[in-house]
């Protein structure tokens, strides 16, 4: 099969890439050097190159086409909009139909409580809202002097100003002058990397949550306005909490009165075979952050799912926050058209009950391949955490990330996309996968950490730092 159509030869497009594109959290030198993949079709749960490779994409995109590749009804929603009412804002006293009928719709979706919607065009914005509006809110409530907002090591809650001081990335707060003031973060529920010797998962995840109880105390509860989390950290390298962990947190919350931000951007709309993450793991957030899921990537759409009582406290005062494309109408129009499928279809319901058991039955067994230390799987989102001795849970000698780049190389090689996070593989599939593509996606996983393992002990990299 051959996806190579109505596109110029692929050298000549990687020569225009080098010379005038710059990417995302991209080494530009070093692409320069390879040239660029050309992504020029996809189909369910399958892209196809420049080259004409047919590759599964085991990443959705960035972990957002939940409802697969190929949907036309989704085309032909965004073609019907354009041109019925490409544009239209919401500023200024002004809505229009498909708006008004998503966030109707999202607020009966949403966990109980939270019923008002304020849009983005993606995650990191609809982050930047959630800084302004938690000010905000306890401004109106008489305690402006509440603006800390409390966020974890290795979060990641987008790439702007804002949402990336909340992230706990480090890389990335050591460029462009990171994190901005009143944010500050506490450790990140990850057993694997922070555990003591001997220390329990329970027992640890406890101990990750009560960090936050401790950080409260040493800033002052009076000086805090939210807590920030993502329910499993995402690009941390799918960081699936212990169960003691959001209990904890959320009985934090509560007792000093802050406001608790659930990130659902990766976790929303299916991803952990349900809804959202935050009803995987019993939370009660104040604030929802969504993006990614909504649309499944179709359009960029984002935004906040904001309680009532939010809601009334801000209704007397005009918010000083908006951008151009909230609730853009072509948008909204392909994420309803998304959440009629997701619905109709039962999707979430398939991962819940049969493709996501079986997904974490068939991923479990690789924790027996000698690289694999620990696998991580929620829904239908995974990793498996390479080491060079399990038994002591050590980490390679080289440089982090080395050995993880060999395994995403020898993903593609192998055909199929897996995302490397430091020395973790991770998957975040299509949520449409049928069993016999999972049974597919673990002979391509298991390959690659085969083909891995052989190239780090031709590199005589298998040594513990
Ligand atoms: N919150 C979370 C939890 C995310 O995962 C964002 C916010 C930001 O969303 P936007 O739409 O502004 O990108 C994200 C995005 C990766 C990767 O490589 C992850 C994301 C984005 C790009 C790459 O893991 N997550």
Known sequence: MTGARNHPPTGSMQAADAAHHLHPFTHHRELAGKGVRVITRAEGAWIFDSEGNRILDAMAGLWCVNIGYGRHELADAAARQMRELPYYNTFFQSAHPPVIALAEKLAQRAPDGLDHVFFATGGSDANDTNIRLVRHYWARKGEPQRRIIISRHNAYHGSTMGAASLGGMAPMHGQGGLPIADIVHIMQPHWWAEAEEGEGR????????????????????????????????????????????????????????????????????????????????????????????????????????????????????????????????????????????????????????????????????????????EVRIRGFMAAVQLTPDKARRASFAAPTGTVGLIGREKAIANGIVMRHIGDSLVISPPLILSREEIDLMIALARRTLDDTLAEVRAQGLMEAG
């Open 202 to 373: 329970e027992e640890f995840g406890l101990r990750a949550a009560r960090a936050l109880e401790a950080e409260i105390e040493r800033l002052g509860p009076e000086n805090v306005a939210a807590f920030i989390g993502e329910p499993v950290q995402g690009a941390g390298a799918v960081i699936v909490p212990p169960e003691s962990y959001w209990p904890e947190i959320q009985r934090i919350c509560r007792r000093y009165g802050i406001l608790l931000i659930a990130d659902e951007v990766i976790t929303g709309f299916g991803r952990t075979g349900r809804w959202w993450g935050s009803e995987s793991f019993g939370i009660a957030p104040d604030i929802m952050t969504i993006a990614k899921g909504l649309s499944s990537g179709y359009a960029p759409i984002g935004g906040s799912i904001v309680s009532r009582e939010i809601a009334e406290t801000i209704a007397d005062e005009e918010f000083f926050h908006g951008y151009t494309y909230s609730g853009h109408p072509v948008s909204a129009a392909v994420a309803l058209e998304n959440l009629r499928i997701l619905e109709e279809e039962g999707i979430i319901d398939r991962v819940r009950e049969e493709t996501g058991p079986y997904l974490a039955e068939r991923w479990r067994e690789l924790m027996d391949h000698p690289l694999v230390g």
